[in-house]
């Protein structure tokens, strides 16, 4: 380099030449950065709103190419209903009084969709002081908005989970309680009916008196049943002390309490003997259940079949009667709670809560067993119980 260059390079007009070099650099590597964003749209509006320039980021967030949207209004990225509302105007008039806009909101992609972003709108001035346009940079957050639109919608379905367990467990320790206060009165009533049908010769009053403890009774079991249904929800399932016994000899004492308390009833039972570990008492209300049930809904004319048999691991018993089938939909919630079929004539005094079968099927359930029910018109309605030689569940 000859001196005469060194001078004019040391000189103001080197100094000059320096300094604009270093700003082209410097612009040069802002468009670089620009230009190399892809999770953000940056790009440039003018006073009045128009699109200046355009980013990969915002051709992917928004999907119009630099081309089809330069020139174009930026309320084209707005909902309807905020461009009718005046949002967009709105938004710069605040960006040129504060200098800043910021918000989250929805926007409008070029195939329509929406999406949910945040947006910062910044006001740029030229040296004298004089509005220029506005940079803005938006953030695609659709997905972090979905995200905690779950998270809320969980929190709010767990939240609801909760106060519906909490109530439900305070109507079941209510009923339980009620169920409790009830036994005690009601006793009284079964004694003193009792003791009127010994002493009372009127066939008329007698009459009376004989529904009285019929009620009552009914009443009773109506109360054991809710008491059942109680301690198994709240308990998680039915405590069980299972023990050996026959359960052909239970079977046949069933049968014959039946047929003393029918005695036009005609049950037929089919059973050898058949051991096992189960817990009697509960074992003995499913079965009384279903062959009552069995009598109350058969046919008065044909026989109850109850016949029993089994292998090295398990038995199975089925209660077999003639008469009106058992409706499809009825047959496929027929164990829950409080499902009762239409009452007729015959069944109209006996009907219960609807809790019979339900709690049948928890017992058999809590031995590791199952209830099973067909019903046609043509070979008419049988429950199968199946139970494991050792009826307990751990």
Not at 82 to 111: H, M, N, P, Q, Y
Not at 195 to 200: A, D, P, R, Y
Not at 370 to 376: A, G, H, L, M, Q
């Amino acid at each position: 380099m000859s001196s005469d260059d060194r001078q004019s390079n040391a000189g103001p007009a080197g100094a000059e030449h320096r300094a604009k070099s270093t700003l082209d650099i410097e612009q040069d590597l802002f468009r670089l950065l620009v230009e190399s964003v892809k999770d953000y749209a940056i790009f440039i509006l003018d006073p009045a709103g128009h699109v200046r320039t355009w980013n990969p980021g915002a051709q992917r967030i928004k999907g119009y190419l630099a081309g089809e949207i330069i020139g174009r209004h930026f309320s084209t990225f707005y909902p309807p209903e905020d461009v009718a509302s005046g949002k967009c105007e709105t938004e710069l008039e605040i960006a040129t009084r504060e200098g800043r806009f910021e918000e989250e909101g929805w926007r409008v992609r070029k195939d329509g969709s929406r999406m949910w972003a945040n947006v910062t709108i910044t006001a740029l001035h030229n040296p004298r002081g004089e509005l220029v346009g506005f940079a803005k940079l938006t953030r695609d957050l659709t997905e972090r908005r979905a995200a905690e639109e779950r998270l809320r919608s969980l929190t709010a379905e767990k939240a609801a989970l909760a106060e519906k367990a909490r109530l439900q467990e305070f109507q079941e320790r209510f009923i339980a309680v009620l169920g409790h206060d009830l036994r005690n009165p009601l006793a009284s009533i079964e004694t003193g009916a009792g003791i009127l049908q010994q002493k009372i010769t009127d066939p008329a009053l007698a009459g009376v008196v004989d529904r009285v403890r019929a009620s009552s009774l009914r009443m009773s079991r109506m109360i054991e049943q809710i008491l059942d249904l109680t301690r198994s929800r709240l308990a998680g399932g039915f405590d069980l002390a299972p023990r050996s016994l026959d359960l052909c000899e239970l079977l046949q004492r069933i049968t014959d309490e039946i047929r003393t308390a029918r005695p036009a009833c005609v049950i037929e039972l089919h059973c050898h003997t058949l051991t096992g570990t189960w817990d009697q008492d509960r074992i003995e209300q499913v079965f009384s259940n279903l062959v009552g049930n069995a009598v109350r809904h058969g046919e008065p004319a044909m026989p109850i079949t109850v016949s029993a048999d089994g292998d090295d691991r398990a038995v199975w018993v089925e209660v077999h009667n003639h008469g009106e089938p058992i409706p499809l939909e009825l047959q496929r919630v027929l164990f829950d709670p409080f499902r009762r079929g239409e009452r007729d004539s015959r069944t109209a005094e006996t009907e219960g809560l609807g809790l019979g079968l339900y709690i049948s099927n928890e017992i058999a359930r809590a031995h590791g067993g199952t209830i099973e029910v067909r019903s046609s018109l043509a070979e008419g309605t049988t429950f199968r119980v199946t139970l494991p030689r050792t009826g307990s569940r751990s």
